[in-house]
């Protein structure tokens, strides 16, 4: 352990704070400001040779397990827009188990912090043999998964210890996002969307480091929470991800049970769960899905749900419409860029519901940090 934990009491602290620098490496050099007559763009060195034959592929598939399948279904949606190109999710082990099709017009995107999960492995060996264009994304340079992909990207986050991790899934979001405007980058049509996107990179930093300011008050939320036996996030659209995600972080460090879900699929089953004990998150901030996400929370409110509501800032009044409700605001960004916001608070609560808990933050019970058998 050369890296040392600085002011913190945890390298999972360390890392959830460190988000705004780690971003700016990972976007370091690869954002293009343009000028007069030169358009805003994205350069990824590792891709340029292999761009046109993504933007040729039948289908992109992506490929990891945990946080780093999280993340790419975060920028699932932000890729099919800009691509067009139609994009599916394959949980590395159950591509294997189902030897699901892959095929030489696919483009296969292996994503993984360590480069080393044996199922992302074995499913890029598996790709390799059915000719598919391998890709990958990794914080680690020489691991298995960039040894072994055509081409790829490194998502140069920083050496991430914690066994949960925090600062890689925010970087390979920015990595994903920046990948989809490179695909989509020498259309027209989409300039201005692109470049929205751009300039909300740019800025990405600054809101990582207003948003990580809540962190006494996930604190203090965490201390309302703590003796809960389970919680339930709900999330839809870009945020489906980061209801997934904020689930995983408190299943693996602060030992509850919870569960992400999608917010379409609270009327099939989970809303049957809904009373006044269990805590329900709801993550409601502005994007195409926001009136749909209003008319969850007055359901959740009908059936006298405990709702949190993470919210962009301001929204509180329109959000907890019909009911009380707790309240995280957050500050708005981009759309496809609110994932790696919205997961800030979550990972702040994670963390502060280990340590009063009692439990192992950097080394989690029956974990490791990378899983190298399958
Ligand atoms: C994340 O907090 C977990 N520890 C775990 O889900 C992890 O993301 C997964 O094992 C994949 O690891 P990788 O990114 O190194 O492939």
Same mark, same amino acid.
């Given at each position: 352990?050369?890296?040392?934990?600085?002011?913190?009491?945890?390298?999972?602290?360390?890392?959830?704070?460190?988000?705004?620098?780690?971003?700016?490496?990972?976007?370091?050099?690869?954002?293009?400001?343009?000028?007069?007559?030169?358009?805003?763009? =994205?350069?990824?060195?590792?891709?340029?040779?292999?761009?046109?034959?993504?933007?040729?592929?039948?289908?992109?598939?992506?490929?990891?397990?945990g946080t780093s399948?999280?993340?790419?279904?975060?920028?699932?949606?932000?890729?099919?827009?800009?691509?067009?190109?139609?994009?599916?999710?394959?949980?590395?082990?159950?591509?294997?188990?189902?030897?699901?099709?892959?095929?030489?017009?696919?483009?296969?995107?292996?994503?993984?912090q360590?480069?080393?999960?044996?199922?992302?492995?074995?499913?890029?060996?598996?790709?390799?043999?059915?000719?598919?264009?391998?890709?990958? #994304?990794?914080?680690?340079?020489?691991?298995?998964?960039?040894?072994?992909?055509?081409?790829?990207?490194?998502?140069?986050?920083?050496?991430e210890?914690g066994?949960a991790s925090t600062k890689a899934y925010?970087?390979?979001?920015?990595?994903?996002?920046?990948?989809?405007?490179?695909?989509?980058?020498?259309?027209?049509?989409?300039?201005?969307?692109?470049?929205?996107?751009?300039?909300?990179?740019?800025?990405?930093?600054?809101?990582?480091?207003?948003?990580?300011? &809540?962190?006494?008050?996930?604190?203090?939320?965490?201390?309302?929470?703590?003796?809960?036996?389970? &919680?339930?996030?709900?999330?839809?659209?870009?945020?489906?991800?980061?209801?997934?995600?904020?689930?995983?972080?408190?299943?693996? =460090?602060?030992?509850?049970?919870?569960?992400?879900?999608?917010?379409?699929?609270?009327?099939?089953?989970?809303?049957?769960?809904?009373?006044?004990?269990?805590?329900?998150?709801?993550?409601?901030?502005?994007?195409?899905?926001?009136?749909?996400?209003?008319?969850?929370?007055?359901?959740?409110?009908?059936?006298?749900?405990?709702?949190?509501?993470?919210?962009?800032?301001?929204?509180?009044?329109?959000?907890?419409?019909?009911?009380?409700?707790?309240?995280?605001?957050?500050?708005? =960004?981009?759309?496809?860029?609110?994932?790696? #916001?919205?997961?800030?608070?979550?990972?702040?609560?994670?963390?502060?519901?280990?340590?009063?808990?009692?439990?192992?933050?950097?080394?989690?019970?029956?974990?490791?940090?990378?899983?190298?058998?399958?």
């Amino acid at each position: 352990e050369q890296i040392n934990k600085g002011k913190y009491e945890h390298y999972m602290q360390k890392e959830i704070h460190e988000q705004a620098e780690s971003l700016t490496t990972t976007m370091r050099g690869r954002l293009i400001r343009g000028g007069s007559c030169k358009a805003k763009s =994205v350069l990824l060195g590792g891709l340029k040779d292999h761009l046109k034959t993504i933007r040729r592929s039948r289908r992109i598939v992506f490929v990891g397990c945990g946080t780093s399948y999280n993340a790419a279904l975060a920028a699932r949606p932000i890729l099919e827009e800009l691509s067009g190109i139609p994009v599916t999710m394959e949980i590395a082990s159950d591509l294997l188990d189902r030897q699901g099709p892959i095929y030489r017009e696919d483009t296969a995107i292996f994503v993984s912090q360590s480069g080393e999960t044996a199922d992302t492995f074995q499913a890029l060996e598996y790709a390799l043999e059915n000719g598919a264009l391998c890709v990958g #994304i990794t914080n680690t340079v020489g691991s298995g998964i960039a040894r072994n992909t055509h081409c790829g990207v490194h998502i140069n986050a920083g050496c991430e210890i914690g066994v949960a991790s925090t600062k890689a899934y925010t970087s390979q979001i920015v990595v994903m996002t920046m990948l989809a405007l490179a695909i989509g980058g020498d259309s027209i049509n989409g300039q201005a969307r692109r470049e929205a996107i751009i300039d909300g990179l740019f800025d990405l930093p600054n809101k990582v480091k207003e948003v990580l300011k &809540l962190d006494l008050e996930m604190k203090e939320l965490a201390k309302l929470l703590v003796s809960e036996q389970s &919680l339930l996030a709900f999330g839809r659209g870009y945020n489906y991800a980061t209801a997934l995600e904020g689930a995983l972080k408190v299943k693996e =460090v602060a030992l509850m049970h919870s569960e992400g879900m999608l917010a379409g699929e609270m009327k099939h089953g989970p809303l049957a769960l809904v009373d006044e004990n269990l805590p329900i998150f709801v993550i409601a901030t502005r994007d195409a899905c926001f009136s749909k996400q209003q008319s969850v929370i007055q359901q959740l409110h009908a059936r006298k749900g405990r709702l949190i509501v993470m919210c962009g800032k301001g929204d509180a009044q329109s959000v907890c419409v019909g009911g009380s409700c707790r309240v995280i605001e957050v500050p708005l =960004v981009e759309d496809c860029l609110q994932p790696v #916001i919205n997961i800030i608070p979550l990972q702040l609560l994670a963390y502060h519901l280990t340590v009063l808990r009692g439990y192992n933050v950097d080394q989690p019970r029956n974990l490791a940090k990378s899983v190298t058998t399958p």
